[in-house]
Nanobody, 119 residues
Framework: QVQLVESGGGLVQPGGSLRLSCAAS????????MSWYRQAPGKERELVAL????????NYADSVKGRFTISRDNAKNTVYLQMNSLKLEDTAVYYC????????????WGQGTQVTVSS
C-alpha cells in the first residue's frame, strides 16, 4: 500500500525551529521528485520547497528561502523539511508530495501535519 506519512509538526514560538519528516512506504522514493506544500486557513495550497529525485537540486518559495531546508534520505525512504526562524505566517498544514520523475500522472500526497507558530 502506497503511503506518505508526515510527522514532526506542532506548536512553536516565533523564531523557533521544527523538523518535519515524510516517510514513504509502498514505493521507492528515489524515483520521485519530492515537495513540501502548505495550506493556511482560507488560503490556497502553496509550494514551499522541492528536491529532485537524486537530491542534487532544490527550490524554495521566496517566503522561506534562507530559513527552510529540504533534504532526503533515499535509503530511509524519507524526506525532511528543516524549518528555522519560524514566523507567525508559517502557520499551516504541511503536506508531503511525491511526483514520479518519468511517469506522468503518478503522484502521491500525505495526510498533512499541522504547524502552528504562536507566542
Amino acid at each position: 500500500q502506497v503511503q506518505l506519512v508526515e510527522s514532526g509538526g506542532g506548536l512553536v514560538q516565533p523564531g523557533g525551529s521544527l523538523r518535519l519528516s515524510c516517510a514513504a512506504s509502498g514505493f521507492t522514493l528515489g524515483y520521485y521528485r519530492m515537495s513540501w506544500y502548505r495550506q493556511a486557513p482560507g488560503k490556497e495550497r502553496e509550494l514551499v520547497a522541492l528536491i529532485a529525485s537524486a537530491g542534487g537540486s532544490t527550490n524554495y518559495a521566496d517566503s522561506v528561502k534562507g530559513r527552510f531546508t529540504i533534504s532526503r534520505d533515499n535509503a530511509k525512504n524519507t524526506v525532511y523539511l528543516q524549518m528555522n526562524s519560524l514566523k507567525l505566517e508559517d502557520t499551516a498544514v504541511y503536506y508531503c508530495n511525491a511526483v514520479h520523475r518519468a511517469v506522468t500522472g503518478v503522484d502521491y500526497w500525505g495526510q498533512g501535519t499541522q504547524v502552528t507558530v504562536s507566542s
